[in-house]
Protein backbone atom coordinates (compact mmCIF):
# COMPACT_ATOMS: atom_id res chain seq x y z
CA UNK A 1 0.00 0.00 0.00
CA UNK A 2 1.04 3.63 -0.99
CA UNK A 3 1.80 6.02 1.70
CA UNK A 4 -1.17 7.99 0.13
CA UNK A 5 -3.73 4.64 0.03
CA UNK A 6 -2.83 4.19 4.01
CA UNK A 7 -3.95 8.45 4.78
CA UNK A 8 -6.90 7.33 2.24
CA UNK A 9 -8.02 4.24 4.21
CA UNK A 10 -7.73 6.21 7.22
CA UNK A 11 -10.06 9.13 6.16
CA UNK A 12 -12.73 5.82 4.69
CA UNK A 13 -12.68 4.39 8.34
CA UNK A 14 -13.60 7.70 9.73
CA UNK A 15 -15.93 8.82 7.52
CA UNK A 16 -17.14 6.09 5.06
CA UNK A 17 -16.75 5.63 1.30
CA UNK A 18 -15.55 8.68 -0.53
CA UNK A 19 -16.66 9.71 -3.96
CA UNK A 20 -14.65 8.39 -6.85
CA UNK A 21 -13.76 12.30 -7.40
CA UNK A 22 -12.82 12.34 -3.97
CA UNK A 23 -10.55 9.57 -4.64
CA UNK A 24 -9.17 11.14 -7.79
CA UNK A 25 -8.71 14.57 -6.21
CA UNK A 26 -6.83 13.00 -3.67
CA UNK A 27 -4.54 10.72 -5.71
CA UNK A 28 -3.60 13.54 -7.74
CA UNK A 29 -3.48 16.47 -5.95
CA UNK A 30 -2.99 15.57 -2.29
CA UNK A 31 -0.75 18.34 -1.01
CA UNK A 32 2.70 16.06 0.20
CA UNK A 33 1.73 12.80 -1.80
CA UNK A 34 -0.36 13.66 -4.86
CA UNK A 35 1.09 12.37 -8.59
CA UNK A 36 0.95 16.38 -9.60
CA UNK A 37 2.41 16.89 -6.38
CA UNK A 38 5.44 14.98 -6.50
CA UNK A 39 8.17 15.21 -9.75
CA UNK A 40 7.64 15.39 -13.62
CA UNK A 41 5.54 12.37 -14.63
CA UNK A 42 6.02 13.23 -18.37
CA UNK A 43 8.16 11.97 -20.99
CA UNK A 44 10.06 8.79 -22.13
CA UNK A 45 11.57 8.08 -18.77
CA UNK A 46 8.33 8.93 -16.57
CA UNK A 47 4.53 7.55 -16.71
CA UNK A 48 3.48 9.00 -20.11
CA UNK A 49 3.91 11.23 -23.14
CA UNK A 50 1.93 13.96 -24.66
CA UNK A 51 1.80 15.76 -27.92
CA UNK A 52 4.29 18.33 -27.56
CA UNK A 53 6.87 16.18 -25.96
CA UNK A 54 6.56 13.81 -29.54
CA UNK A 55 7.49 16.83 -31.33
CA UNK A 56 8.15 20.64 -31.50
CA UNK A 57 5.66 20.75 -34.43
CA UNK A 58 2.10 20.79 -32.11
CA UNK A 59 3.21 23.70 -30.11
CA UNK A 60 3.98 25.60 -33.27
CA UNK A 61 0.39 24.77 -34.82
CA UNK A 62 -0.98 26.20 -31.58
CA UNK A 63 0.96 29.23 -31.47
CA UNK A 64 -0.13 29.54 -35.09
CA UNK A 65 -3.68 29.38 -33.82
CA UNK A 66 -3.62 31.86 -31.39
CA UNK A 67 -2.10 33.97 -33.87
CA UNK A 68 -4.45 34.00 -36.13
CA UNK A 69 -7.50 34.22 -33.41
CA UNK A 70 -5.16 37.63 -32.07
CA UNK A 71 -5.56 39.19 -35.53
CA UNK A 72 -9.46 37.60 -35.67
CA UNK A 73 -9.96 38.93 -32.51
CA UNK A 74 -8.82 42.56 -33.38
CA UNK A 75 -5.28 42.01 -32.14
CA UNK A 76 -5.70 43.47 -28.54
CA UNK A 77 -2.69 44.93 -26.72
CA UNK A 78 -2.32 44.03 -24.05
CA UNK A 79 -4.12 40.51 -24.10
CA UNK A 80 -3.30 37.39 -21.95
CA UNK A 81 -1.62 34.01 -23.45
CA UNK A 82 -3.02 31.40 -20.98
CA UNK A 83 -2.22 27.91 -20.65
CA UNK A 84 -3.85 25.58 -18.33
CA UNK A 85 -2.01 22.48 -16.77
CA UNK A 86 1.89 23.54 -18.95
CA UNK A 87 3.38 20.22 -17.97
CA UNK A 88 7.31 21.00 -18.63
CA UNK A 89 6.26 24.07 -20.88
CA UNK A 90 7.45 22.59 -24.10
CA UNK A 91 3.93 23.55 -25.97
CA UNK A 92 4.13 27.39 -25.11
CA UNK A 93 8.02 27.40 -25.91
CA UNK A 94 7.21 25.89 -28.88
CA UNK A 95 3.85 27.64 -29.58
CA UNK A 96 5.79 31.52 -28.74
CA UNK A 97 8.38 30.68 -31.03
CA UNK A 98 6.49 30.01 -34.11
CA UNK A 99 4.33 32.79 -33.24
CA UNK A 100 7.76 35.21 -33.50
CA UNK A 101 6.15 35.74 -36.82
CA UNK A 102 4.38 38.14 -35.25
CA UNK A 103 6.16 40.71 -33.57
CA UNK A 104 3.21 42.77 -32.53
CA UNK A 105 1.43 39.54 -30.89
CA UNK A 106 4.70 38.65 -28.68
CA UNK A 107 4.75 42.15 -27.79
CA UNK A 108 0.96 42.79 -26.30
CA UNK A 109 1.03 38.84 -25.04
CA UNK A 110 1.34 38.29 -21.03
CA UNK A 111 1.66 34.82 -20.45
CA UNK A 112 -0.30 33.67 -17.42
CA UNK A 113 0.24 29.74 -16.71
CA UNK A 114 -2.16 27.84 -14.38
CA UNK A 115 -0.11 25.32 -13.09
CA UNK A 116 -1.00 22.99 -9.36
CA UNK A 117 2.21 21.21 -9.55
CA UNK A 118 5.40 23.26 -8.07
CA UNK A 119 7.91 20.67 -9.86
CA UNK A 120 6.73 21.63 -13.26
CA UNK A 121 6.21 25.56 -12.53
CA UNK A 122 10.15 25.12 -11.70
CA UNK A 123 10.69 23.74 -14.88
CA UNK A 124 8.24 26.01 -16.77
CA UNK A 125 10.07 29.45 -15.05
CA UNK A 126 13.46 27.89 -16.38
CA UNK A 127 11.75 26.94 -20.31
CA UNK A 128 9.67 30.44 -20.43
CA UNK A 129 11.63 32.66 -18.41
CA UNK A 130 11.87 35.28 -21.67
CA UNK A 131 7.98 35.28 -21.27
CA UNK A 132 8.04 35.93 -17.81
CA UNK A 133 4.95 34.20 -16.74
CA UNK A 134 2.78 34.94 -14.00
CA UNK A 135 0.80 31.65 -12.21
CA UNK A 136 -2.18 30.74 -11.12
CA UNK A 137 -3.94 27.58 -9.01
CA UNK A 138 -6.86 28.22 -10.68
CA UNK A 139 -9.07 29.86 -14.06
CA UNK A 140 -10.92 31.99 -11.17
CA UNK A 141 -7.57 34.02 -10.59
CA UNK A 142 -7.24 34.77 -13.64
CA UNK A 143 -7.19 38.87 -14.15
CA UNK A 144 -9.89 40.10 -16.49
CA UNK A 145 -9.39 41.54 -19.96
CA UNK A 146 -9.27 39.60 -23.46
CA UNK A 147 -7.73 36.22 -23.22
CA UNK A 148 -6.41 33.51 -25.41
CA UNK A 149 -6.58 30.16 -23.54
CA UNK A 150 -4.89 26.46 -24.68
CA UNK A 151 -5.03 23.01 -22.50
CA UNK A 152 -3.66 20.14 -23.91
CA UNK A 153 -4.14 16.82 -21.38
CA UNK A 154 -5.37 19.09 -18.60
CA UNK A 155 -9.25 18.48 -18.48
CA UNK A 156 -9.23 14.44 -18.15
CA UNK A 157 -6.89 14.82 -15.02
CA UNK A 158 -9.66 17.06 -13.29
CA UNK A 159 -12.10 14.16 -10.40
CA UNK A 160 -14.50 12.70 -12.13
CA UNK A 161 -17.98 11.22 -10.67
CA UNK A 162 -19.26 8.30 -11.52
CA UNK A 163 -22.76 6.94 -11.37
CA UNK A 164 -24.12 3.31 -12.11
CA UNK A 165 -27.53 1.97 -13.03
CA UNK A 166 -28.38 -0.70 -10.36
CA UNK A 167 -31.40 -2.74 -10.02
CA UNK A 168 -32.20 0.08 -7.11
CA UNK A 169 -31.53 2.69 -9.56
CA UNK A 170 -28.49 5.14 -9.61
CA UNK A 171 -25.92 5.30 -7.15
CA UNK A 172 -22.87 7.09 -7.24
CA UNK A 173 -19.64 5.03 -7.12
CA UNK A 174 -17.71 5.38 -3.82
CA UNK A 175 -13.97 4.06 -3.12
CA UNK A 176 -14.74 1.79 0.36
CA UNK A 177 -12.80 -0.69 2.00
CA UNK A 178 -12.74 -4.52 1.57
CA UNK A 179 -12.69 -7.69 4.34
CA UNK A 180 -9.08 -7.06 4.80
CA UNK A 181 -9.06 -3.17 4.91
CA UNK A 182 -7.78 -2.69 1.36
CA UNK A 183 -9.29 0.07 -0.82
CA UNK A 184 -12.13 -1.08 -3.14
CA UNK A 185 -15.03 0.44 -5.08
CA UNK A 186 -18.76 -0.10 -3.58
CA UNK A 187 -21.91 1.63 -5.56
CA UNK A 188 -23.79 2.49 -2.76
CA UNK A 189 -23.52 5.95 -2.58
CA UNK A 190 -27.05 8.75 -3.11
CA UNK A 191 -27.26 9.87 -6.89
CA UNK A 192 -28.56 13.13 -7.51
CA UNK A 193 -32.18 12.88 -9.75
CA UNK A 194 -31.51 13.46 -12.98
CA UNK A 195 -29.78 10.97 -14.48
CA UNK A 196 -31.09 9.23 -17.79
CA UNK A 197 -34.08 6.95 -16.45
CA UNK A 198 -33.69 4.89 -19.76
CA UNK A 199 -30.50 3.47 -19.87
CA UNK A 200 -29.94 -0.67 -19.29
CA UNK A 201 -29.09 -1.92 -15.45
CA UNK A 202 -25.38 -1.88 -15.49
CA UNK A 203 -25.02 1.43 -17.43
CA UNK A 204 -22.13 3.95 -16.02
CA UNK A 205 -22.47 7.65 -16.31
CA UNK A 206 -19.31 9.93 -15.66
CA UNK A 207 -19.35 14.07 -14.87
CA UNK A 208 -16.78 16.13 -14.45
CA UNK A 209 -18.57 19.37 -13.21
CA UNK A 210 -14.54 20.66 -12.34
CA UNK A 211 -14.33 21.11 -15.66
CA UNK A 212 -17.46 22.22 -16.37
CA UNK A 213 -17.00 25.13 -14.04
CA UNK A 214 -13.29 25.90 -15.66
CA UNK A 215 -15.26 25.91 -19.09
CA UNK A 216 -18.36 28.19 -17.88
CA UNK A 217 -15.51 30.32 -16.63
CA UNK A 218 -13.75 30.82 -19.76
CA UNK A 219 -16.66 31.21 -22.08
CA UNK A 220 -18.36 34.01 -19.45
CA UNK A 221 -14.60 35.63 -19.99
CA UNK A 222 -15.06 35.41 -23.40
CA UNK A 223 -18.33 36.88 -23.80
CA UNK A 224 -17.30 39.54 -21.44
CA UNK A 225 -13.68 40.35 -22.85
CA UNK A 226 -13.36 38.46 -25.96
CA UNK A 227 -10.66 36.39 -27.12
CA UNK A 228 -10.90 32.25 -27.23
CA UNK A 229 -9.89 29.00 -26.20
CA UNK A 230 -8.80 26.02 -27.50
CA UNK A 231 -8.99 22.71 -25.52
CA UNK A 232 -7.65 19.46 -26.61
CA UNK A 233 -8.03 15.97 -25.32
CA UNK A 234 -8.97 12.19 -25.65
CA UNK A 235 -12.28 11.99 -25.10
CA UNK A 236 -15.82 11.28 -26.80
CA UNK A 237 -19.33 12.87 -26.97
CA UNK A 238 -21.54 12.25 -23.98
CA UNK A 239 -20.02 10.35 -20.62
CA UNK A 240 -21.03 6.92 -20.79
CA UNK A 241 -18.61 4.23 -19.47
CA UNK A 242 -16.22 3.62 -17.17
CA UNK A 243 -13.37 5.74 -19.17
CA UNK A 244 -11.14 6.05 -15.36
CA UNK A 245 -7.98 4.63 -16.02
CA UNK A 246 -4.33 4.78 -14.47
CA UNK A 247 -0.88 4.35 -15.88
CA UNK A 248 2.67 4.10 -14.21
CA UNK A 249 5.51 3.82 -16.72
CA UNK A 250 4.10 3.79 -19.87
CA UNK A 251 1.33 0.57 -18.28
CA UNK A 252 -2.39 0.44 -17.60
CA UNK A 253 -2.32 -0.39 -13.62
CA UNK A 254 -5.36 -1.31 -11.50
CA UNK A 255 -7.01 2.30 -10.47
CA UNK A 256 -6.73 1.70 -6.34
CA UNK A 257 -3.36 -0.14 -6.76
CA UNK A 258 -1.11 3.18 -6.17
CA UNK A 259 -2.84 6.42 -5.32
CA UNK A 260 -0.29 9.15 -5.66
CA UNK A 261 2.27 7.02 -7.79
CA UNK A 262 -0.09 6.52 -10.85
CA UNK A 263 -1.54 8.89 -12.69
CA UNK A 264 -5.29 8.85 -13.18
CA UNK A 265 -7.64 10.09 -16.14
CA UNK A 266 -10.76 9.51 -17.86
CA UNK A 267 -12.55 10.58 -21.26
CA UNK A 268 -13.71 14.32 -21.66
CA UNK A 269 -17.23 14.52 -22.27
CA UNK A 270 -17.45 17.05 -25.42
CA UNK A 271 -20.85 17.32 -25.22
CA UNK A 272 -21.05 18.96 -21.48
CA UNK A 273 -18.00 21.24 -22.13
CA UNK A 274 -20.23 22.56 -25.48
CA UNK A 275 -23.15 23.05 -22.89
CA UNK A 276 -21.28 24.71 -20.01
CA UNK A 277 -19.53 27.12 -23.15
CA UNK A 278 -23.26 27.57 -23.85
CA UNK A 279 -24.10 28.52 -20.14
CA UNK A 280 -21.42 30.96 -19.96
CA UNK A 281 -22.67 32.85 -23.00
CA UNK A 282 -20.41 31.45 -25.88
CA UNK A 283 -20.45 30.08 -28.51
CA UNK A 284 -18.50 25.91 -28.32
CA UNK A 285 -16.91 24.65 -31.72
CA UNK A 286 -16.68 20.91 -32.66
CA UNK A 287 -15.08 18.92 -30.98
CA UNK A 288 -12.90 17.66 -34.48
CA UNK A 289 -10.31 15.15 -34.86
CA UNK A 290 -6.78 16.33 -33.72
CA UNK A 291 -4.92 14.98 -36.96
CA UNK A 292 -7.81 16.76 -38.84
CA UNK A 293 -7.17 19.95 -37.24
CA UNK A 294 -3.59 19.84 -37.14
CA UNK A 295 -3.53 19.14 -41.10
CA UNK A 296 -5.78 21.98 -41.67
CA UNK A 297 -3.33 24.66 -39.62
CA UNK A 298 -0.79 23.38 -42.16
CA UNK A 299 1.24 20.70 -40.43
CA UNK A 300 2.28 18.76 -43.53
CA UNK A 301 4.19 21.62 -44.66
CA UNK A 302 5.87 22.45 -41.80
CA UNK A 303 6.93 19.15 -41.65
CA UNK A 304 8.75 19.38 -45.28
CA UNK A 305 10.22 22.06 -44.26
CA UNK A 306 11.85 20.33 -40.79
CA UNK A 307 12.85 17.31 -42.93
CA UNK A 308 14.19 19.40 -46.05
CA UNK A 309 16.47 21.56 -43.25
CA UNK A 310 17.36 18.35 -41.53
CA UNK A 311 17.27 15.69 -44.34
CA UNK A 312 18.48 13.12 -41.15
CA UNK A 313 15.80 13.14 -39.15
CA UNK A 314 13.21 12.84 -41.71
CA UNK A 315 12.11 8.78 -40.37
CA UNK A 316 12.18 10.24 -36.67
CA UNK A 317 9.82 13.02 -38.36
CA UNK A 318 7.19 10.69 -40.14
CA UNK A 319 7.17 8.77 -37.14
CA UNK A 320 5.94 11.88 -35.09
CA UNK A 321 3.89 13.30 -37.56
CA UNK A 322 2.33 10.09 -37.76
CA UNK A 323 2.14 10.06 -34.09
CA UNK A 324 -0.08 13.15 -33.62
CA UNK A 325 -1.88 13.46 -37.11
CA UNK A 326 -2.62 9.46 -37.86
CA UNK A 327 -6.06 7.49 -37.50
CA UNK A 328 -6.02 4.88 -34.61
CA UNK A 329 -2.97 7.07 -33.65
CA UNK A 330 -3.57 10.72 -31.70
CA UNK A 331 -4.58 12.13 -34.93
CA UNK A 332 -8.54 10.40 -33.91
CA UNK A 333 -8.11 9.46 -30.39
CA UNK A 334 -6.96 12.80 -29.49
CA UNK A 335 -10.13 16.22 -30.24
CA UNK A 336 -10.09 19.50 -30.20
CA UNK A 337 -12.60 21.62 -29.24
CA UNK A 338 -13.05 25.76 -29.39
CA UNK A 339 -14.87 28.49 -27.75
CA UNK A 340 -15.22 32.49 -29.22
CA UNK A 341 -17.51 34.67 -29.34
CA UNK A 342 -20.87 34.21 -30.20
CA UNK A 343 -21.54 35.00 -34.11
CA UNK A 344 -17.11 35.19 -34.55
CA UNK A 345 -16.35 32.82 -37.92
CA UNK A 346 -14.88 29.33 -37.70
CA UNK A 347 -11.62 29.69 -35.75
CA UNK A 348 -8.60 27.86 -37.48
CA UNK A 349 -9.15 24.59 -38.15
CA UNK A 350 -13.16 24.54 -37.60
CA UNK A 351 -15.67 24.82 -40.28
CA UNK A 352 -19.23 26.61 -40.53
CA UNK A 353 -20.14 22.66 -39.88
CA UNK A 354 -18.51 22.22 -36.36
CA UNK A 355 -20.25 25.34 -34.90
CA UNK A 356 -22.05 23.80 -31.54
CA UNK A 357 -25.80 23.40 -32.44
CA UNK A 358 -27.04 25.96 -30.20
CA UNK A 359 -24.16 28.44 -31.14
C1 LIG B 1 -1.19 15.35 -18.36
S1 LIG B 1 -0.25 16.74 -17.90
C2 LIG B 1 -0.22 17.62 -19.47
C3 LIG B 1 0.93 18.58 -19.55
C4 LIG B 1 1.05 19.38 -20.86
N1 LIG B 1 -0.16 20.12 -21.15
C5 LIG B 1 1.42 18.50 -22.01
O1 LIG B 1 0.60 18.34 -22.93
O2 LIG B 1 2.54 17.97 -22.01
C6 LIG B 1 -1.41 17.66 -16.92
C7 LIG B 1 -0.94 19.04 -16.49
O3 LIG B 1 -1.97 19.70 -15.77
C8 LIG B 1 -1.52 20.04 -14.45
N2 LIG B 1 -2.70 19.90 -13.58
C9 LIG B 1 -3.39 18.75 -13.35
N3 LIG B 1 -4.45 19.01 -12.55
C10 LIG B 1 -4.40 20.35 -12.27
C11 LIG B 1 -5.21 21.21 -11.50
N4 LIG B 1 -6.29 20.76 -10.86
N5 LIG B 1 -4.90 22.52 -11.44
C12 LIG B 1 -3.81 23.00 -12.10
N6 LIG B 1 -2.99 22.21 -12.85
C13 LIG B 1 -3.28 20.90 -12.94
C14 LIG B 1 -0.41 19.06 -14.19
O4 LIG B 1 0.45 19.45 -13.17
C15 LIG B 1 0.26 19.03 -15.56
O5 LIG B 1 1.03 20.18 -15.80
Given at each position: MTTLAGRIAGRIREEGPITVAAYMAAALQ????GYYRRGDPLGRGGDFVTAPEISQMFGEMIGLWCVDGWLADGAPDPFQLVELGPGRGTLMADALRAAAIRPAFRAALRLHLVESSPGLRARQAALLADARPTWHE????LPPGPRCTVANEFLDALPIHQFVHTAHGWRERGVGLDGDGNLAFVDSLPAPPDLPPDLPIGSMVERRPAAEAIVRDLARAIAACGGRAVLIDYGHGAGHGDTLQAVRGHERVPVLEAPGEADLSAHVAFADLAAAARAGGAAPWGPVPQGRFLQSLGILARAERLAAARPAARATLAAALHRLIGAGAMGTLFKVFAITRHGAPPPAGFTDADRGAAA
Open positions: DPEDSVAG
